[in-house]
């Protein structure tokens, strides 16, 4: 544990002065997301201004709702993408070859080694925005729904990242990843704009239990809202542990089905 601290830290320092000696690495993110952010903030506004609920949820769940989600991508995109995203590749091209023969895991040197602080702005942001969402619901927060949202958001980043390993795990079995990749972002674009309370059935099964975006921004709000039940609380712990486990599983029989490209 302490060895894989002191890599960690290295690998920072390294990706740090990578970042800024190519700033435009550092700045780019950074637009990008402020601007997804906006357009999000523009639709949510059009769609407001028809109607005042959507499912249960008011006005107030909603802008808390978006934040959420966007609170967990900033987190996602600062710390683990850009090292997972580049997964497929390793696998195609060999380059998967140099992680397996360090005396660190792979998995970890992979999530760490593209750490982008250039998104940092847009946790506050989000921050912003679900402090805005509170005041126009009405809500009373106290420390435990502080507390408790805090934990699940959390757990719903270690979600989002466990998804993503697994998929891109999948290139270990087959040569193009495209059409899996399509899917996870067909998900995510419909996660991001519809709260999970509103699916319903075979929707709801899948989003939530199969692959379960639904809950990635559903489960917080209701938590800071306090309008998630204990079974509810219980459910989105247990999703984090049998993905996180089924993650580490997959993971390991990818690699073991790897062929070196020495070989």
Request: positive net charge; aromatic residues 14%; hydrophobic residues 50%.
């Given at each position: 544990?302490?060895?894989?601290?002191?890599?960690?830290?290295?690998?920072?320092?390294?990706?740090?002065?990578?970042?800024?000696?190519?700033?435009?690495?550092?700045?780019?993110?950074?637009?990008?997301?402020?601007?997804?952010?906006?357009?999000?903030?523009?639709?949510?506004?059009?769609?407001?201004?028809?109607?005042?609920?959507?499912?249960?949820?008011g006005q107030g769940e909603m802008i808390?709702?978006?934040?959420?989600?966007?609170?967990?991508?900033?987190?996602?995109?600062?710390?683990?993408?850009?090292?997972?995203?580049?997964?497929?590749?390793?696998?195609?091209?060999?380059?998967?070859?140099?992680?397996?023969?360090?005396?660190?895991?792979?998995?970890?040197?992979?999530?760490?080694?593209?750490?982008?602080?250039?998104?940092?702005?847009?946790?506050?942001?989000?921050?912003?925005?679900?402090?805005y969402g509170v005041s126009v619901g009405?809500?009373?927060?106290?420390?435990?729904?502080?507390?408790?949202?805090?934990?699940?958001?959390?757990?719903?980043?270690?979600?989002?990242?466990d998804l993503e390993i697994m998929l891109?795990?999948?290139?270990?079995?087959?040569?193009?990843?495209?059409?899996?990749?399509?899917?996870?972002?067909?998900?995510?674009?419909?996660?991001?704009?519809?709260?999970?309370?509103?699916?319903?059935?075979?929707?709801?099964?899948?989003?939530?239990?199969?692959?379960?975006?639904?809950?990635?921004?559903?489960?917080?709000?209701?938590?800071?809202?306090?309008?998630?039940?204990?079974?509810?609380?219980?459910?989105?712990?247990?999703?984090?542990?049998?993905?996180?486990?089924?993650?580490?599983?997959?993971?390991?029989?990818?690699?073991?089905?790897?062929?070196?490209?020495?070989?």
């Amino acid at each position: 544990m302490k060895n894989n601290y002191r890599f960690i830290k290295e690998l920072l320092k390294l990706r740090m002065s990578h970042l800024m000696a190519f700033r435009l690495g550092f700045f780019g993110p950074l637009f990008v997301d402020v601007s997804l952010f906006f357009i999000q903030l523009l639709v949510f506004q059009a769609i407001f201004s028809n109607v005042d609920r959507i499912g249960s949820w008011g006005q107030g769940e909603m802008i808390i709702f978006i934040g959420t989600f966007s609170l967990v991508d900033a987190i996602n995109m600062t710390v683990y993408f850009f090292g997972v995203l580049t997964i497929p590749d390793k696998v195609r091209t060999g380059e998967m070859d140099l992680y397996l023969t360090k005396p660190v895991s792979p998995l970890l040197r992979i999530t760490f080694e593209k750490v982008n602080p250039g998104t940092l702005p847009q946790l506050l942001f989000s921050v912003g925005v679900i402090a805005y969402g509170v005041s126009v619901g009405g809500f009373q927060i106290g420390m435990i729904q502080v507390i408790g949202y805090i934990l699940f958001i959390a757990i719903m980043t270690l979600l989002f990242y466990d998804l993503e390993i697994m998929l891109r795990t999948t290139s270990f079995f087959i040569i193009s990843t495209t059409g899996i990749l399509k899917l996870e972002e067909a998900g995510l674009d419909l996660c991001m704009k519809i709260p999970g309370v509103i699916f319903q059935r075979g929707f709801k099964i899948f989003f939530y239990a199969i692959l379960p975006y639904g809950v990635i921004a559903t489960l917080p709000t209701q938590v800071l809202t306090s309008s998630l039940s204990v079974p509810g609380i219980i459910f989105g712990m247990g999703i984090v542990a049998v993905f996180t486990a089924l993650m580490l599983w997959f993971w390991k029989l990818g690699l073991r089905h790897y062929n070196s490209a020495s070989s």
